[in-house]
């Protein structure tokens, strides 16, 4: 039996998905549905990941907006393929557009035009954020963002990676992405 799957994202925890598919009904035993609090700027995203592995041929996956799936034309059209190819049916319905099998010229097209907008409009956020924090800093009053950890979770952190721990282990047991640790690791001077 076929499944209504559905994907939500917001860029961070503090954000809401509850106006993603507000009004849907999202109960049900023929319903399942995901939910990440992560950037769209990458596919490593835990719930997306599980998503795209649980879908099958039949199943419909509803994603409320296309720059809800992907923040590049690139990725966006690789996981469209693959789901597709799998027969899957993939529907965004701010866009109101549904992909099943082989599309079209014309759907691929206007497909391709609204994920370059969504990949514009990233970008342009970007240089928007980038020159505030440019603008506030000159003022003095930007001071970055607050540490993710203490100073004694720091040096804790850099004895670790002194001992040799794996970098992911080091990175789960404090809570922070690969990057973030790399940061710690600089700042540290401690030799990778």
């Known amino acids: 039996m076929s499944q209504q799957v559905y994907y939500k994202r917001v860029s961070t925890a503090d954000q809401n998905t509850a106006r993603q598919f507000d009004g849907f009904d999202l109960t049900g035993e023929n319903v399942k549905v995901f939910e990440d609090h992560a950037s769209g700027k990458n596919m490593d995203r835990p719930e997306l990941t599980r998503c795209l592995e649980y879908v099958r041929e039949g199943d419909i996956l509803n994603v409320w907006s296309i720059d809800r799936l992907a923040r590049n034309l690139g990725q966006l059209q690789r996981t469209v393929e693959e789901l597709t190819a799998k027969g899957v049916v993939v529907k ?51 001071r970055g963002r607050k540490p993710k950890l203490s100073e004694s979770q720091a040096k804790e952190l850099l004895q670790m990676v002194h001992d040799r721990y794996s970098k992911t282990e080091i990175a789960q047991k404090f809570g922070i992405s690969r990057t973030q640790l790399y940061q710690y690791i600089e700042r540290g001077n401690v030799a990778k």
């Open 92 to 142: 965004f319905h701010k866009e109101n557009m549904t992909f099943a099998g082989k599309a079209d010229n014309m759907q691929t097209l206007l497909f391709q035009i609204l994920g370059s907008f969504a990949e514009f409009e990233r970008a342009v956020n970007r240089e928007r954020a980038a020159e505030g924090i440019a603008r506030a800093k000159s003022e003095g009053k930007y």
